[in-house]
Each structure stands twice: as structure tokens, then as C-alpha cells.
């Protein structure tokens, strides 16, 4: 009959780092089962290229890689406290699994797969309380003085203070936290069952955090969502089409009312201009903020207005195509991102400007759109009341004679 041991660990702990050689060292496993996909693999082993910012680009994913970047910078700071690199712990497995000839297995869930089930299984308030908490985490810099630092060594060691961890990130965002852990829980367990098929003996070497959940599978099986749940693409509700539908319908009616209240040609047309303006200047002014160079600031505001009327458009994807003309980031950006000590050293890279310009230029975009729609009537100086009372029963009198 197959054994399946486990080791948690803590990405960031000498400790780990001890207990895993040691583990491999008296059980001698027939396979070493690392909490690491194919791309962490390649990474971790410095092997394989990075990913091109074209590429980037074209996913389109700004807000998910900026969001990976920002946990992966904070994973980095504590390892940095605590004098070691994170995955220090997976590496040491591989190579002591490799140093004596035992195969290695991969038994986590693609990142990318796990990221857009994360970000989009959030809710919009979700999603912004991790924008939040994040860059409060990375500009304060928490971490830098002595005071701040984790004692991980501890956490690895105290499982209720694990369990409280957990528990508190379920109430922070609970569909962030069934991506990043509940799913990744069952998502090891099937490959650590699977795995015991094959070989008598088991070594799977995965986070602290996992280890309840996945004990509580292998105790009852019979409770594991199928694998394929786990990796198919979810079934969501395009809202960003039925946003995108509910604005242009909003748009084209605010300006079919004005223009049948008798308020003026020119109204109408100062309201089109505003559409353009405030929309613009939001979405220019953002990706100033975000560091981003004046063309790239152009860019945004003259493709805004436009953008915000097309659900398959964003101002930040044009923003972005010109960031990365003019500062022309490489690929070893990426390491550098990394590598940042701080959230300033982050904004110097082209790669994470890049990126930084096309998040908050669609920030800018969508608060120009809501602004423009609660401030056009006082900019245009008119009575809402009157534009909706009058333009409302002028279009219907109008249509109306259209079928007498």
C-alpha cells in the first residue's frame, strides 16, 4: 500500500529549508511532489524565457499582473527580513531530490489558472480592499525596520496561528481566498493521490497553509470536486459587455432627451464635447499619476471618450502599446520588478510602468464615465428635471406622429 508523507513549509524559512532535506533524507520517497507548476518550475530553476511585454500587452490582463506582481514583491520583502529567497524551500527539494536521483513531480495548479480564478471570483469589493491593502502594504514599506519583521519560524510552528491566518483572509475576501486556497487544496490533493497510484512512496512538500485542507481530503476522498472543475474556464456573466451595453444605452440617451427639450443645438453638442473632456482629462490624468510619459498621457485622453463607449476596447490598452513605444522595456525587466527594494525602485522599471500606466489609465477612464454622467447637467447649467420632463414627452409626441 502507498504512503503519502507531507511536509509544510514556509516560503520563506530556513527552517523549511532544514526539514525538507530532512524528510527526503529519512524517508526516501520514490517521487518528490513539489507545490510548484510548470512556469514557478522554470523560474525557480532559472530556466525558460520571460515573458515578452507584446505578450503582456496582449493578454490584456493588466489589473492580474499587476495584482501577481504586488504579491510576489511582498512575498520577496519577507524573504528578505528573514535572509532567504521565497521558494528557497521548493528549490532545496529539487536539488535534493535530483542529488539523489529521484524524480520530481509538479503537483500545483497553473498560475495563470489560479490568478484568473482568483481575480475574477472576487467581487468588485473585493478586489478593491487587495488594491488597497496591497499598495498600503508596499509604499509603507511595513517590513524595513526591525520591528516589523515576521518571525516565520513561528508561523511554520503554531497551526492555530495558521488557522487564524487563513480563517481572517477567508472573511477578508472568501472568493479570493476559495481560489487561492480552497481550490489549490483539492487541486494538490488529486495530484498527490494520483501520484500514490504509481509510487509506494509519497513526498509532497507544500505551503503550511495547505496542509489541513489537504489532510481533511485524503481523509475523506469521496469530498474532492472533480479535477476538471478545478481548471476549467469559469462560467461568469460578461458584465463588462453589460456595463459597457447599459453606458452606451445611458450616453445616446441623455443626448436623444436634450436634444428633444428645445434646450439647444449647442447644449448638445457642449455635451458631447464635456463626454470627450472629462473622460479624457481623467484617463490622461491617471496615467500621469502613474508615471507614465506625456504621449502616453495624449494617447489616453484622445482615445477615452471612445473607449468608454466600447465594451471590447480600454483606454489603458492604447496607453500601454505607447508607454511600452517610448520606454521600450525587455524582458529581464521582469527580474528586476522582482528584485525591487521598494514600490519607487518598482516604478523605474519599464515593465511595471508599462503595466502601472495601463491600470490606471482605465482607473481614470471609468471615473470619467461615471463623473461625466452625475456633473454633465451642472457643467451644462440646464435642469435635469426639465431635459428628462421635456425631452421625455417631446421624443414620445414625436414618435407617436410617426405612426399616425
Known amino acids: 500500500m502507498s504512503e503519502i508523507r507531507l511536509v509544510g513549509t514556509a516560503h ?13 533524507e529519512e524517508f526516501e520517497p520514490d517521487v518528490v511532489a513539489v507545490e510548484l507548476d510548470r512556469g514557478r518550475f522554470a523560474a525557480i530553476k532559472k530556466e525558460g524565457k520571460p515573458p515578452e511585454m507584446d505578450d503582456i500587452i496582449k493578454g490584456g490582463n493588466f489589473n492580474e499582473t499587476l495584482v501577481q506582481w504586488m504579491l510576489a514583491y511582498i512575498q520577496r520583502k519577507i524573504g528578505m527580513d528573514v535572509g532567504i529567497e521565497p521558494g528557497a524551500e521548493m528549490l532545496a527539494a529539487i536539488n535534493e531530490a535530483e542529488s539523489r536521483q529521484i524524480p520530481v513531480a509538479l503537483a500545483d495548479r497553473d498560475i495563470r489558472i489560479t490568478l484568473s480564478r482568483f481575480w475574477r471570483g472576487m467581487t468588485v469589493l473585493e478586489k478593491l480592499r487587495l488594491i488597497y491593502a496591497l499598495m498600503g502594504t508596499i509604499i509603507s514599506g511595513k517590513g524595513d ?13 503554531d497551526k492555530d496561528l495558521i488557522e487564524m491566518a487563513i480563517d481572517e483572509f477567508h472573511k477578508f475576501s472568501p472568493n479570493g481566498a476559495y481560489a487561492l486556497i480552497d481550490e489549490r487544496d483539492a487541486y494538490l490533493a488529486h495530484s498527490l493521490l494520483r501520484l500514490s497510484q504509481r509510487h509506494e512512496k509519497v513526498l509532497g512538500i507544500v505551503g503550511a497553509g495547505h496542509m489541513k485542507g489537504i489532510q481533511r481530503y485524503f481523509e475523506k476522498p469521496e469530498t474532492l470536486p472533480p479535477f476538471e472543475s478545478l481548471t476549467a474556464q469559469q462560467k461568469t456573466h460578461n458584465w463588462k ?16 432627451l436634450i436634444g428633444f427639450s428645445g434646450v439647444g443645438v449647442d447644449v448638445l453638442l457642449g455635451a458631447v464635447v464635456y463626454w470627450v473632456i472629462i473622460n479624457g482629462v481623467l484617463a490622461a490624468g491617471f496615467t500621469l499619476i502613474a508615471g507614465g510619459h506625456p504621449l502616453s498621457a495624449l494617447t489616453a485622453f484622445c482615445v477615452s471618450w471612445l473607449t468608454s463607449l466600447n465594451p471590447f476596447l480600454a483606454a489603458g490598452w492604447f496607453a500601454a ?19 525591487a527594494e521598494s514600490f ?7 515593465m511595471f510602468k508599462v503595466i502601472f500606466v495601463a491600470a490606471l489609465a482605465n482607473v481614470g477612464s471609468m471615473l470619467g464615465t461615471f463623473a461625466y454622467f452625475i456633473f454633465i447637467f451642472p457643467i451644462l ?24
Open 12 to 24: 520563506v524559512s530556513q527552517n523549511s529549508i532544514d526539514e525538507v532535506k530532512r524528510a527526503i
Open 145 to 157: 525596520d526591525e520591528e516589523d519583521k515576521i518571525d516565520i519560524e513561528a508561523l511554520t510552528k
Open 241 to 256: 459587455l453589460i456595463i459597457g451595453g447599459v453606458i452606451i444605452a445611458m450616453f445616446a440617451f441623455i443626448l436623444l
Open 321 to 339: 502599446v505607447t508607454e511600452a513605444k517610448v520606454r521600450k522595456p525587455k524582458a529581464s525587466d521582469l527580474q528586476k520588478i522582482i528584485d
Open 344 to 350: 519607487s525602485d518598482m516604478r523605474q522599471v519599464p
Open 381 to 404: 447649467g440646464i435642469d435635469p428635471t426639465v431635459v428628462f420632463v421635456d425631452g421625455f414627452n417631446n421624443l414620445v409626441a414625436w414618435i407617436s406622429g410617426l405612426f399616425r
